[in-house]
Structures are given as C-alpha cells and as structure tokens.
C-alpha cells in the first residue's frame, strides 16, 4: 500500500496522514495550506478526498459517477478543484467546487487526459498531460478550453507538470533519451521551449514539484 506523509523540509517531524491500506497518491495542497486533496483506491475505484490540515478531519467530496476520479489540484484563488474524470468514459479535465459540487467539463478529447494544473501567476491558463497525440505529452490550455498547444516534443514520454510560482516555467518528468520507464525531471520555459535536464540517471526520477 502507499499512503500520503507529511514531514519538514529536512526530512525530520514525519508524519502518517492516511491509514486506508491501499493506495492512496498524487497529494495536493491548497494555497492557504489548509486542504489537503488526494487521490485513493481505498473504496475500489480511484476516487478523490479531502482532508483538513486545521481539524486532522476528512472533508466531504462530492465524487462524479466515473470509474475514475484523479489527479486533483487547486485554483490560484483556492475556490475550485480540477481533475481528471471518466464520467464521458475518457479521462476528461473538469473544475468543480471544494465540495466536488457543479463539475464543469474543460477539456474534449478522444484521449486520456490527467494531471491539470493551473498556472499560479495568470490563473487564465492551465498545463496538463494528454495522450490525443500518442504518447502521453503536456500540453497548454486556457481555462475555457481553447488555445490547445503541446509543450514537449512528442519524444518519450512527459508527466507530472509542476508550475514555478513565476508562472513562466514548469517543472516535469520525461523519458526523453531513455527506454520506457526510465524518467528523468526537466525544467522548461513555458515561453521559448527551452528545457534543461536537471536529473540524469536512469531509473524513475518524478513528481517534480517547487
């Protein structure tokens, strides 16, 4: 099983939040630092939870009926949630509220889309990882859906986007020069394209984040 910890920045006060046994991943915190939203298989299917970082008490999250709900992260303003739902039967990104209440469909494609995360200084666009080209990319959006672009290459595979707080670069995990399975994190500029490699070893090197 996995479950989410929390600890210091060195490694000391480590603390287990989640006691399902199960796997239970992809953690992500509000931006006043008092929810916390993850993703769990504790019922079966992956579905997303909330819990207080105030009380130590789970928050009620109105699940869609999808056989999967994933991968959730905050606004800039911390007043809505996105995630990945198959509520159309592809994985699709959708925006809700704190409460899993009003879900909004943002992105239409025949392909599994996951991982949306919302750029921090503009709150206008949006990055994500989608497979509607082959091998599963980050792509950028706007908010509304529009101004569809890929990011990466389209060589290897690409995850885990991570926004600077400067909102020009992002952080991720790519396979880019290795055989599958092999990740390593890279830095881009969101503007120009521009990447550096910042880990070269191979075996899994992910889940970058600022």
Excluded: C
Aim: overall charge neutral.
């Amino acid at each position: 099983s996995k479950e989410i910890w929390v600890m210091d920045f060195d490694g000391s006060n480590q603390k287990q939040l989640t006691r399902f046994g199960s796997i239970t991943t992809m953690p992500a915190i509000s931006p006043d630092g008092r929810r916390l939203a993850f993703t769990t298989y504790a019922k079966g299917q992956p579905q997303i939870m909330m819990y207080s970082t105030e009380t130590g008490r789970f928050i009620p999250f109105r699940n869609s009926q999808a056989s999967m709900n994933a991968t959730p992260s905050f606004t800039p303003d911390g007043q809505q949630i996105l995630y990945s739902s198959t509520i159309s039967g592809f994985a699709q990104l959708y925006i809700a509220g704190l409460d899993g209440g009003n879900p909004r469909r943002l992105s239409n494609s025949r392909a599994i889309e996951v991982e949306p995360k919302v750029n921090p200084k503009t709150g206008t666009d949006m990055v994500f990882v989608s497979g509607r080209g082959g091998l599963q990319q980050i792509y950028r959006m706007n908010m509304d859906g529009a101004d569809v672009e890929r990011l990466t290459t389209g060589e290897g595979e690409a995850s885990n986007p991570a926004w600077n707080p400067n909102g020009q670069h992002i952080a991720f995990a790519w396979t880019r020069g290795f055989a599958p399975g092999n990740w390593n994190v890279f830095i881009m500029d969101v503007a120009s394209r521009e990447t550096v490699q910042l880990t070269h070893g191979q075996g899994r090197n992910e889940n970058p984040t600022w």
